[in-house]
């Protein structure tokens, strides 16, 4: 009888703990403040020598982010993921906080996913390919636009292909340019 007990017992605390994980696993862990040490996942190249917004992939498992050198190479790796699933966060640089585009910080982040993002501005991204210039304020990206042109989308918005390196975006404000690495 004892043993009856046991079994049930142990299945319910199995049960719960592997819930206790999935709820642990659904709140994604804080971006990385980025050094001197982060290194573009495409380029190879470290991230502080380019201008414009950065970003970074936080996977399930590795303990150091991926890193890109443009907010469109982040964008992109979402759609190139062998496993999307092992993707626990993508963050980029919220360029509403930066301090300038030649310095977009270390540590103001938005969640790639959250954030809007100005396509066919006259910016470009790190590699000098058109970027997809991040905010997590839709007045800050509605304001860029003013000055620099372009168009606001959601991340959910932003074109597969256009991501992927396809021509410009569908604004009329910026010159072709294909995205480089």
């Not at 719960?16 to 573009?40: K, N, Q, W």
């Not at 150091?64 to 050198?69: D, G, I, K, Q, T």
């Not at 993508?90 to 996913?113: C, E, Q």
Request: negative net charge; aromatic residues 8%; contains cysteine.
């Amino acid at each position: 009888m004892k043993r009856r007990m046991f079994m049930p017992a142990f299945g319910i605390l199995v049960l719960l703990s592997a819930c206790g994980d999935d709820e642990a696993d659904s709140v994604p862990p804080p971006p990385v403040a980025l050094t001197r040490d982060a290194i573009g996942h495409y380029c190879g190249m470290s991230l502080v020598e380019h201008a414009g917004p950065k970003g970074q992939a936080l996977m399930r498992d590795a303990a150091a982010p991926v890193w890109f050198s443009s907010a469109r190479d982040t964008i992109a790796y979402s759609h190139l993921a062998e496993r999307p699933n092992a993707i626990r966060a993508l963050y980029v640089s919220d360029m509403a906080k930066a301090a300038s585009w030649d310095d977009p910080g270390a540590t103001n982040w938005v969640d790639a996913r959250q954030a809007y993002f100005v396509l066919g501005s006259t910016r470009r991204g790190g590699m000098g390919a058109e970027e997809a210039v991040p905010f997590s304020d839709r007045g800050a990206a509605e304001r860029f636009v003013a000055e620099h042109g372009g168009h606001v989308l959601a991340f959910a918005e932003v074109p597969r292909d256009w991501a992927l390196g396809g021509e410009a975006s569908t604004a009329p404000a910026a010159a072709p340019a294909r995205h480089v690495h």
